[in-house]
């Protein structure tokens, strides 16, 4: 009986941490981690306004502003889009202005959980895919966007000004360069 208590009293330690103060169970989140969360920011605020302003709309020159989310800031989209209904997709050339455009999102998974300014262009080249037969293939360029505020659950404070921005989004993957260095984050 001592021994069955003895265990018990072990496998608790054990699930504790040992320390039987127990122990976090959010990861930390390093630099490049910091630098996803924000990239996923960015490319969700970019989402949102082709969304509120573009989707739905006839083809062709595009020019549209809307207020970002929590009526914090503007941001503007202007350039090309054109679908192929065949294909399922809509081949793009726009370039976003952010004007103190707020966005935040809160998630159980602490990668997803961001509240963050954005100040900047940024120009967005290439298809949406709109069908699963299809295939999103994007590259997102700037050369110069502020990010300022927090990514992570509990909050980071985040910021990054006059940032170079070069990326890649291949289906869910986006990856390349923030500020000079690498990052990349799935959508």
Do not use: H, W
């Amino acid at each position: 009986m001592k021994r069955v208590a003895s265990m018990l009293v072990i496998a608790s330690l054990a699930a504790c941490g040992g320390s039987g103060g127990g122990s976090s169970t959010t990861p930390s989140c390093d630099e490049s981690c910091q630098d996803g969360v924000a990239l996923l920011a960015l490319r969700n605020a970019i989402k949102v306004v082709y969304n509120v302003t573009l989707q739905g709309k006839p083809e062709g020159p595009q020019n549209a502003m809307t207020m970002c989310q929590l009526g914090n800031g503007t941001a503007s989209v202007s350039g090309t889009a054109t679908s192929n209904a065949n294909q399922g997709t809509t081949t793009v050339n726009l370039t976003y202005v952010f004007s103190g455009c707020t966005y935040s999102q809160a998630d159980s998974d602490p990668t997803q959980t961001f509240s963050l300014t954005l100040d900047g262009t940024v120009t967005e080249v290439g298809t949406i895919a709109v069908q699963p037969s299809s295939t999103t293939a994007l590259e997102f360029t700037s050369g110069a966007i502020s990010f300022d505020g927090s990514v992570y659950g509990p909050p980071i404070p985040y910021m990054q000004k006059g940032c170079a921005v070069m990326l890649g989004q291949n289906g869910n993957n986006l990856s390349g360069l923030l500020c000079g260095r690498d990052a990349g984050t799935t959508l």
